[in-house]
C-alpha cells in the first residue's frame, strides 16, 4: 500500500505561481513513476505531468513551458510547480503513483487539492 497527501493548492491570480507537492509513504519502493492530474468541473480527469523514477518526465501540451515536474526520491516527494497559471488552469490536482505489479499495475491517487485561478 502506498499513501498520497498533497498539499499547496490554493486561489491565485491569473499570471501567478504556486507549487504543488506530493509526499509518498508505505510501500514506496514499488512505485515506477508519480505524476499529477486534474480534472475540472464536467471534464474527465486528465494526465497533466509525470515523472519516472529516474529523470524522464511528460508534461501535456497545454501545460508545457509553463508547469515543471520535479522528484525527491530521498524524501519521497513529487512537486508541481506551476507557472503562469490561466484560469482554465482551475481544477482539482491530484497526486498519482503507479506501481507495475507483473505485466500490470496498480495506481493509488492522492485525495485531491483545489487549485482556482481568477482572471
Known amino acids: 500500500q502506498v499513501q498520497l497527501v498533497e498539499s499547496g493548492g490554493g486561489l491565485v491570480q491569473a499570471g501567478g505561481s504556486l507549487r504543488l507537492s506530493c509526499a509518498a509513504s508505505g510501500d514506496t519502493i514499488c512505485i515506477s513513476a508519480m505524476g499529477w492530474y486534474r480534472q475540472a468541473p464536467g471534464k474527465e480527469r486528465e494526465l497533466v505531468a509525470a515523472i519516472t523514477s529516474g529523470v524522464n518526465t511528460y508534461s501535456a501540451d497545454s501545460v508545457k513551458g509553463r508547469f515543471t515536474i520535479s522528484r525527491d526520491n530521498a524524501k519521497n516527494t513529487v512537486y508541481l510547480q506551476m507557472n503562469s497559471l490561466k484560469p482554465e488552469d482551475t481544477a482539482v490536482y491530484y497526486c498519482?503513483?503507479?506501481?507495475?505489479?507483473?505485466?500490470?499495475?496498480?495506481?493509488?491517487w492522492g485525495q485531491g487539492t483545489q487549485v482556482t485561478v481568477s482572471s
Open positions: 498519482n503513483a503507479r506501481c507495475p505489479t507483473g505485466s500490470r499495475y496498480y495506481d493509488y
